[in-house]
């Protein structure tokens, strides 16, 4: 397999493992599952949001390339990279409810691989 493949693969695992973690957003109740849930909404919108702004960022700069173009790219896919360490950092930490459903969240989250790491190599590791 490619190194694109398994990248396309890993990013659908953690974005389907998101979803059903972010399934319990919103509400106004304030058991311990949806507080819980409330923090991995939270950080999961912080992620989001970092990535977008990244993505945004590296499209203005493909709109007009200059001298600085790669550098501020590698830079701003590094800082895509460093909020999804810090996604799964911040999941990793959270405690689920010392209830069933969260002994359940403990076992879903670590099948569906939030312990892993994911490490992207630069961009210019791409380009020829």
């Given at each position: 397999?490619?190194?694109?493949?398994?990248?396309?693969?890993?990013?659908?695992?953690?974005s389907?493992?998101?979803?059903?973690?972010?399934?319990?957003?919103?509400?106004?109740?304030?058991?311990?599952?949806?507080?819980?849930?409330?923090?991995?909404?939270?950080?999961?919108?912080?992620?989001?949001?970092?990535?977008?702004?990244?993505?945004?960022?590296?499209?203005?700069?493909?709109?007009?390339?200059?001298?600085?173009?790669?550098?501020?790219?590698?830079?701003?896919?590094?800082?895509?990279?460093?909020?999804?360490?810090?996604?799964?950092?911040?999941?990793?930490?959270?405690?689920?409810?010392?209830?069933?459903?969260?002994?359940?969240?403990?076992?879903?989250?670590?099948?569906?691989?939030?312990?892993?790491?994911?490490?992207?190599?630069?961009?210019?590791?791409?380009m020829?």
């Amino acid at each position: 397999m490619t190194a694109s493949v398994i990248r396309l693969a890993a990013t659908l695992v953690l974005s389907a493992t998101l979803a059903i973690l972010g399934a319990g957003c919103g509400g106004s109740d304030t058991s311990a599952e949806e507080e819980w849930a409330g923090d991995v909404c939270s950080a999961v919108s912080d992620w989001e949001d970092q990535v977008k702004q990244s993505a945004d960022d590296v499209t203005e700069q493909l709109k007009s390339p200059g001298t600085g173009t790669l550098a501020a790219i590698e830079a701003d896919v590094q800082e895509a990279v460093d909020a999804t360490d810090k996604l799964g950092d911040d999941l990793r930490e959270l405690e689920p409810p010392d209830t069933e459903a969260g002994d359940q969240a403990k076992q879903q989250s670590s099948s569906a691989g939030l312990r892993v790491r994911f490490r992207c190599p630069p961009p210019s590791a791409f380009m020829t």
